[in-house]
């Protein structure tokens, strides 16, 4: 089973910029899709943002176009979520996955790590 590492997350006003990080150890990120998912309060986990590994495509919900970039480094076996314009909305527990294909918008099930809390209050 793969595993992830969640890293970067925090309490930033409107407005604010985070970076999360997505670690991995003892596989090489660059060999799947890799997605960030949310889980706001209440709420059911949502992707938000996805690369792919065979082509570089990266796709994005809706909410959050424009406001967010998912980028790989190859180097440090990574992949990064920018977030800029960060809004009340955007807050919720972050986790990044591999599903076997880029999923975009609400999902139910799946098995998460722990996931870094990321809240945007003034």
């Known amino acids: 089973q793969l595993q992830f590492v969640e890293s970067g997350g925090g309490l930033v006003q409107p407005g604010g910029s985070l970076r999360l990080s997505c670690a991995a150890s003892?596989?090489?990120?660059?060999?799947?899709?890799i997605g960030w998912f949310r889980q706001g309060p209440g709420k059911p986990h949502e992707g938000v943002a996805c690369s792919r590994a065979s082509d570089g495509r990266t796709s994005y919900a809706d909410s959050v176009k424009g406001r967010f970039t998912i980028s790989r480094d190859s180097a440090k076996n990574t992949v990064d979520l920018q977030m800029n314009a960060l809004e009340p909305e955007d807050t919720g527990v972050y986790y990044c996955?591999?599903?076997?294909?880029?999923?975009?918008?609400?999902?139910?099930?799946?098995?998460w790590g722990k996931g870094t809390s990321v809240t945007v209050s003034s």
């Open positions: 996955a591999s599903l076997g294909a880029c999923v975009i918008g609400p999902l139910r099930g799946g098995s």
């Open positions: 003892g596989f090489t990120l660059d060999d799947y899709d």
